[in-house]
């Protein structure tokens, strides 16, 4: 069976919105593919600071980055599950993302500049918004982000579900979007 990791980032564990609409999705998943599930919230990262930066300049990177990026690198799909914060996405998973962008795993360099190594055809990245922002919009800063960092790793097509206003409509409406997330994403499953 081919791999298909699953970072959840979804912050407020329980309460969250965003990991309802992914739960029953990564289920349906799991029918085709061998599923890994990475919860950001239990790796209690610190943000890479120049202790971290000198140790990796000097050859040295933790045994733990070096785990979760070879499961970047090798994973065939990826899903990535995080509410919208602070205009993107939320801190500690752009600091994951800083541990696993690692030179040789993640990413090469040749004499004129980097490529990526990782081997996703498909990704998908399902997120909810407090206020009305539709993804793509120039306020909207977490799909340009993972786009943009995709491309680094060498990762393709990044699909996205997203439902806005969650800080604003009515409880009732709230689980109305979050059945047609899920429905929406069922779909997507199909040929993902
Ligand atoms: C720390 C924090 C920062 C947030 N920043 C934004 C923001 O910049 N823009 C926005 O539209 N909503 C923002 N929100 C609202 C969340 O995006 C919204 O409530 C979302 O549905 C939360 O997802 P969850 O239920 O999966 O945690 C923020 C919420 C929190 C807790």
């Given amino acids: 069976m081919q791999k298909l990791l699953y970072i ?4 407020r564990g329980e309460l969250s919105r965003t990991r309802r609409i992914a739960t029953p999705i990564i289920e349906k998943l799991k029918d085709r593919y061998d599923v890994e599930t990475i919860v950001i919230n239990d790796l209690e990262l610190n943000p890479v600071q120049y202790d971290e930066n000198r140790r990796r300049a ?3 990177v933790s045994e733990e980055a070096l785990c979760w990026a070879s499961k970047i690198k090798n994973a065939d799909r990826i899903v990535i599950a995080a509410p919208f ?3 993107s996405i939320p801190a500690a998973l752009k600091t994951f993302f800083e541990l696993c962008s690692l030179f040789h795993v993640t990413f090469d360099s040749d004499d004129k500049t980097c490529y990526g190594l990782c081997k996703a055809e498909k990704t998908l990245f399902i997120t909810t918004r407090g206020m009305e922002i539709k993804t793509g919009e120039p ?3 977490a799909t340009p982000y993972l786009k943009a960092l995709f ?9 996205v579900i997203a439902r806005e206003n969650f800080d604003y409509i ?6 109305e979007e979050i059945s047609s997330a899920i429905k929406e994403g069922l779909e997507l499953a199909e040929n993902f």
């Avoid at 491309?151 to 699909?159: M, P, Q, R, S, T």
């Avoid at 009515?170 to 689980?175: D, F, G, L, R, Y």
């Fill in 8 to 11: 959840d980032s979804c912050i």
């Fill in 139 to 141: 306020l909207e800063q």
């Fill in 170 to 175: 009515s409880a009732e409406k709230i689980e």
């Fill in 151 to 159: 491309w680094l790793w060498g990762i393709k097509g990044l699909e």
């Fill in 58 to 60: 000097a050859g040295t």
């Fill in 85 to 87: 914060w602070d205009m």
